[in-house]
Nanobody, 123 residues
Framework: QVQLVESGGGLVQAGDSLRLSCAAS????????MAWFRQAPGKEREFVST???????LYADSVKGRFTISRDNAKNTVYLQMNSLKPEDTAVYYC?????????????????WGQGTQVTVSS
């Protein structure tokens, strides 16, 4: 069983930056694919970014060039650096984990999910 705890959300203005963190339990964190998804009010959950155990990364077109995913295996933590935030980035951001570690944009590939952290970007 893997437990995921997100942090770092908040209320910011358009153009600002935030860094989300997701701390994971488990002895084999380095082998997991870790991903971020988000869900805005009234919309379906959507893929944001993922990083595999081998550090291959994927990004949604809507965040490419603005968001950066990274991982620190020594801390069992994955990060999402979000720059140049826009009002349309407003959503609850969820961390997800998928042993054994292939990067994938499809939500059903992820077995474990955090509770989410709210990001609100004002215009």
């Amino acid at each position: 069983q893997v437990q995921l705890v997100e942090s770092g959300g908040g209320l910011v203005q358009a153009g600002d930056s935030l860094r989300l963190s997701c701390a994971a339990s488990g002895r084999t964190f380095s082998t997991y694919a870790m991903a971020w998804f988000r869900q805005a009010p009234g919309k379906e959950r959507e893929f944001v970014s993922t990083i595999s155990g081998s550090r291959r990364t994927l990004y949604a077109d809507s965040v490419k060039g603005r968001f950066t995913i990274s991982r620190d295996n020594a801390k069992n933590t994955v990060y999402l650096q979000m720059n140049s935030l826009k009002p349309e980035d407003t959503a609850v951001y969820y961390c997800a984990a998928s042993p054994p570690g292939l990067a994938d944009a499809r939500a059903y590939k992820y077995d474990y999910w955090g509770q989410g952290t709210q990001v609100t970007v004002s215009s």
